[in-house]
């Protein structure tokens, strides 16, 4: 006999619900729900136990090297420079006088000693202080969770690193005392001018210890926690005293300091900043500066390259950096003197890697490169641009145009150097001869924007100095850097691909995670025909022409020598299929404005491009030894 329903043994959860019918059967109780979202917290919590369980809290020692930043040769193992190496001392904490704590403590956390390492009511207080208030920000993240993230974290605003950062930081305060995490945060921290911890900072901005700090003094050390950068004293002085007034006015609210004293106080005298010399001697600090530039160009803040633990791999090769100063080092004595400066830059024509650059003989002498910021103009260097911009418009190495000279075109006269005349003579000729007075005929034909246009598509910025729509454009009177030279020089070597330069191959986090490599995009600038073209003018300037200094006979070269009006710059730009590199010559006054290189060295407007010929046929000579000869593309002269 079946049982009766009453006799049906009773289920001990009821879902899906007996009592309902068709989709509200699935539908659970209240009484359910609350139980299934216990159970989930309940898990959840079990979770951060068993991870604040068994998280491991290393000593401060072991992020030492983490928060330097290290910028290596392209091999990615040898070093080239730290950002922020080695400029940390620990103290104790009783070796920092107690108000200078409690300024700290007004800066970042005022209720450190009543929570467990974090505060759900800080956190409140902070936002509604930033969205009411509109003055200075408060932060929400306690000393405890600032340690936690600065010594075993990322900087990454994410919700799983936030969660790492909860946890370790209840992991810290059921191991570790308040007054160690205090003196660990305090020996860790980033204050600016690439000092960590509170005895290097004291040293950077007001060259005493720690244990002799004032309180004014501690509270500025305070202030700059917020920013380092920017409220640095060279950067912005006004936001750094509000700051500073602001946490001195927290302290009296808390108790650590008295109206009166308080009233008293006035902003301390701040040391002069010393820049940091390690890493930055020779010609490799020129290096070091470039990777720092393009980082920051990149959106890398000054605080996150001496602070964040960055593992940065740069283009920079040994051994072809090393052919470059050996080729400068080889110019005659009077062009390492003088206040000549010479500059050098390679580029990989295909992936803009840059292996080499030359600013100078030692960045702490002049800490402006000669490579990648000091200009110069281009003079007979542009032309292959006026070329290839009259080559897209239907014109032919053949094309032929008077030699005479001096000319006057769209009223600008100009001659040849040395006031050399010559009958028609064709494009060719006239590359190969650096030949003014036929170039700017052609110029005036073709529209003298056509020439600038392709000067940018190559890779000259549009905003380079003396870049312009005159009909003299095409005989250089812009003054670009020897590295937008050569990168420009690329787009040729490319075959009419253009890419842009850069220093940096790759970034990497402390975690591993790659943030940056280099995977250039490029972008078609001229037909391949043209370019070959171009090269092929190029290649006979360096066989025949007045480039045959470069001509190593090693490797099939092509390149433009350039002397600008009054010799105020010297260039030989050119290029093998693998490597293109730009040799600028220029010189300068005791107060750094350009002047004359005559009789430097003899030079003068026909020679004047012999020395940095030769330069460059000595590195590419080097640079290349040992790789295989690679050829040009089928030329045409045509």
Do not use: C
């Amino acid at each position: 006999m079946d049982p009766t329903p009453d006799a049906r043994p009773r289920r001990r959860v009821d879902y899906p619900r007996a009592a309902r019918s068709g989709v509200w059967r699935w539908v659970p109780s209240w009484r359910q729900a609350a139980a299934a979202l216990g159970l989930v917290v309940l898990a959840a919590v079990g979770a951060v136990l068993i991870a604040i369980a068994v998280v491991r809290v290393p000593q401060p020692n072991d992020i030492a090297l983490a928060q330097t930043t290290t910028l290596y040769w392209n091999d990615g193992t040898t070093v080239l420079g730290r950002i922020g190496a080695a400029n940390r001392t620990s103290v104790a904490l009783d070796q920092v006088p107690e108000q200078v704590q409690q300024a700290v403590l007004a800066a970042e956390d005022r209720e450190f000693y009543d929570h467990t390492g974090f505060s759900p009511v800080g956190i409140v207080r902070a936002v509604w202080h930033n969205v009411s208030d509109g003055g200075d920000t408060q932060g929400g993240s306690t000393i405890t969770q600032q340690y936690a993230k600065n010594a075993f974290l990322t900087q990454d605003q994410t919700f799983s690193r936030k969660l790492r950062e909860l946890i370790l930081s209840v992991k810290l305060e059921l191991t570790t005392s308040k007054a160690q995490i205090l003196a660990d945060y305090l020996n860790t921290v980033y204050y600016g001018r690439g000092a960590y911890g509170i005895e290097a900072a004291a040293q950077a901005y007001f060259g005493v210890p720690a244990a002799d700090l004032s309180v004014e003094q501690g509270a500025v050390l305070a202030a700059l926690l917020q920013s380092p950068s920017a409220l640095s004293p060279e950067n912005n002085p006004q936001a750094l005293r509000a700051r500073w007034a602001y946490i001195l006015d927290g302290m009296v609210d808390e108790g650590w300091l008295t109206a009166d004293a308080r009233t008293a106080m006035r902003f301390p005298e701040v040391a002069d900043f010393q820049p940091p010399t390690d890493y930055t001697k020779g010609s490799d600090g020129y290096l070091f500066a470039a990777a720092q530039q393009q980082l920051l160009s990149m959106g890398y803040s000054g605080d996150s390259l001496n602070s964040a633990g960055l593992n940065v791999v740069t283009t920079f090769d040994r051994r072809v950096q090393a052919a470059a100063v050996t080729a400068v080092d080889a110019a005659p004595p009077a062009y390492r003197s003088n206040g000549v400066r010479i500059g050098l830059a390679a580029v990989d024509p295909h992936s803009g890697a840059v292996p080499a650059l030359y600013g100078g003989p030692d960045y702490q002498l002049n800490r402006t490169s000669a490579a990648s910021e000091l200009r110069g103009l281009g003079g007979s260097s542009f032309l292959p641009f006026g070329l290839a911009a009259g080559l897209n418009q239907g014109l032919t190495l053949d094309s032929d145009y008077s030699g005479a000279s001096p000319v006057t075109v769209d009223g600008a006269t100009v001659a040849n150097a040395g006031g050399e005349s010559y009958g028609k003579v064709t494009l060719l000729y006239a590359t190969v001869h650096s030949l003014q007075t036929p170039y700017v005929q052609m110029n005036d034909q073709i529209g003298a924007a056509a020439t600038r246009d392709a000067a940018v598509s190559a890779g000259i910025p549009a905003g380079t100095p003396g870049l312009n729509d005159e009909v003299t454009n095409v005989i250089g009177e812009a003054a670009p850097t020897a590295l937008e030279a050569a990168g420009a020089y690329g787009t040729f070597a490319a075959r009419g691909e253009r890419v842009r330069p850069s220093v940096i191959q790759q970034v990497r986090e402390p975690s591993g995670d790659v943030t940056f490599r280099l995977s250039p995009a490029t972008e078609r600038a001229f037909d391949a025909d043209v370019a070959d073209r171009v090269t092929a003018a190029l290649r006979r300037v360096v066989t025949y022409g007045d480039g045959a200094a470069a001509n190593t006979g090693a490797q099939p070269l092509a390149g433009k020598t350039g002397v600008s009006t009054g010799l105020l710059s010297e260039w030989f730009v050119g290029y093998a299929p693998q490597l293109a590199a730009a040799v600028m010559v220029v010189r300068q006054d005791s107060a750094g404005n350009p002047i004359t290189l005559s009789g430097v060295g003899g030079a003068n407007e026909l020679n004047g491009a012999e020395v940095p010929a030769r330069i460059f046929g000595d590195f590419m000579g080097d640079a290349l030894a040992g790789g295989p000869v690679e050829p040009f593309a089928e030329l045409s002269v045509r």
